[in-house]
């Protein structure tokens, strides 16, 4: 067994743990609201979530192809870059877990690539793709509104359609749809976040087989492997996080957990049919905060989303300097 393909194996370990802490991190994405409203028990929460995302994972592989392709040249590409890139969005997702925010694990992971590959390229900033460079800074600006205002609108048809119902009929039609709601929300995640973990573990391979210039094709066992971490980190549950998506931010009714779910889980859906590797983290949070501005904006608790905006803003300039720091701690070990 040759040293590279030790390396291989080691990436493949360290990806898939990083897909389960991704499951677990971002459970709140799916279940916050529905957990949040009391339709569903925190148990039958996840376990739904998990088997959602599960399916979604076996979508479609457009936002892999642009994360594992068009973001940093694989012909610059190294097993120890691509694990410097794992460990600097875990090390993130694990602080901003601790903390309770809801960061993202998508652009965790995006900024440790670019980080790592820097460093282990001399920081060369040719070595970076505009292409999906751009499909970044796209869904990282535009997702956030699109959930934003998609929630309010939907919050806004909603209102006008059941202007003559009482609580009663409202609540109890609504934790019926939120159920679908829910489901959707879980698929759409899973659909876009499993294919992160897909990207790298199928640009390890490409560079062990050393053919940077293949068709970037992910294999089907990678597909099942990342479908089956996620869907289990979603199942162990991230707690703190589903209490501060769910609680903190705006007191949601079923409806408005409908109308955020379902305006989130569709742009999430459209972002990764187009291959925009989004966080749907950003989404979901936005589209909360549109249900609460809806109602009024001091509905919303603007501190507690203005730490949470902090941490999108963050996230992918600490994470690039997380996989700087890997990459050189591990250029000296290696």
Not at 57 to 64: C, E, I, K, N, P
């Given at each position: 067994?040759?040293?590279?393909?030790?390396?291989?194996?080691?990436?493949?370990?360290?990806?898939?743990?990083?897909?389960?802490?991704?499951?677990?991190?971002?459970?709140?994405?799916?279940?916050?609201?529905?957990?949040?409203?009391?339709?569903?028990?925190?148990?039958?929460?996840?376990?739904?979530?998990?088997?959602?995302?599960?399916?979604?994972?076996?979508?479609?592989?457009?936002?892999?192809?642009?994360?594992?392709?068009?973001?940093?040249?694989?012909?610059?590409?190294?097993?120890?870059?691509?694990?410097?890139?794992?460990?600097?969005?875990?090390?993130?997702?694990?602080?901003?877990?601790?903390?309770?925010?809801?960061?993202?694990?998508?652009?965790?992971?995006?900024?440790?690539?670019?980080?790592?590959?820097?460093?282990?390229?001399?920081?060369?900033?040719?070595?970076?793709?505009?292409?999906?460079?751009?499909?970044?800074?796209?869904?990282?600006?535009?997702?956030?509104?699109?959930?934003?205002?998609?929630?309010?609108?939907?919050?806004?048809?909603?209102?006008?359609?059941?202007?003559?119902?009482?609580?009663?009929?409202?609540?109890?039609?609504?934790?019926?749809?939120?159920?679908?709601?829910?489901?959707?929300?879980?698929?759409?995640?899973?659909?876009?976040?499993?294919?992160?973990?897909?990207?790298?573990?199928?640009?390890?391979?490409?560079?062990?087989?050393?053919?940077?210039?293949?068709?970037?094709?992910?294999?089907?066992?990678?597909?099942?492997?990342?479908?089956?971490?996620?869907?289990?980190?979603?199942?162990?549950?991230?707690?703190?996080?589903?209490?501060?998506?769910?609680?903190?931010?705006?007191?949601?009714?079923?409806?408005?957990?409908?109308?955020?779910?379902?305006?989130?889980?569709?742009?999430?859906?459209?972002?990764?049919?187009?291959?925009?590797?989004?966080?749907t983290t950003h989404v979901i949070g936005s589209a909360i905060m549109g249900v609460g501005a809806n109602r009024r904006l001091t509905a919303v608790n603007w501190n507690t989303a203005g730490n949470i905006v902090k941490a999108w803003i963050i996230t992918i300039p600490a994470c690039i300097f997380?996989?700087?720091?890997?990459?050189?701690?591990?250029?000296?070990?290696?």
């Amino acid at each position: 067994m040759d040293g590279g393909f030790i390396l291989l194996l080691v990436v493949i370990i360290i990806a898939t743990i990083f897909d389960f802490i991704n499951g677990f991190h971002d459970s709140a994405n799916a279940i916050a609201t529905v957990v949040a409203t009391r339709v569903l028990s925190p148990f039958v929460a996840v376990s739904m979530a998990a088997v959602f995302n599960f399916i979604g994972a076996f979508t479609g592989t457009s936002v892999a192809k642009t994360v594992g392709q068009d973001i940093v040249d694989p012909s610059n590409s190294s097993q120890l870059i691509v694990i410097g890139a794992l460990l600097g969005a875990i090390t993130w997702n694990l602080i901003t877990w601790y903390w309770g925010l809801p960061s993202s694990s998508s652009h965790a992971l995006i900024g440790g690539l670019i980080g790592a590959s820097l460093a282990g390229n001399g920081f060369n900033l040719a070595i970076l793709k505009g292409e999906g460079i751009g499909k970044v800074v796209a869904g990282l600006i535009f997702s956030p509104i699109a959930g934003f205002i998609g929630a309010y609108l939907i919050m806004t048809l909603l209102n006008w359609l059941l202007v003559r119902s009482t609580p009663h009929f409202v609540n109890k039609w609504f934790k019926r749809l939120q159920l679908l709601s829910s489901a959707f929300m879980a698929f759409s995640h899973g659909g876009n976040d499993a294919q992160k973990t897909m990207a790298i573990i199928t640009l390890a391979i490409i560079t062990y087989e050393k053919h940077p210039t293949a068709v970037f094709q992910v294999p089907v066992w990678v597909i099942v492997l990342a479908a089956v971490a996620m869907g289990s980190g979603t199942l162990a549950g991230g707690w703190r996080i589903i209490k501060t998506m769910g609680a903190r931010i705006v007191k949601l009714q079923p409806v408005h957990g409908f109308a955020a779910e379902t305006s989130a889980a569709t742009v999430i859906e459209v972002a990764s049919r187009l291959g925009f590797p989004l966080s749907t983290t950003h989404v979901i949070g936005s589209a909360i905060m549109g249900v609460g501005a809806n109602r009024r904006l001091t509905a919303v608790n603007w501190n507690t989303a203005g730490n949470i905006v902090k941490a999108w803003i963050i996230t992918i300039p600490a994470c690039i300097f997380f996989g700087i720091i890997f990459e050189l701690i591990i250029d000296v070990v290696f």
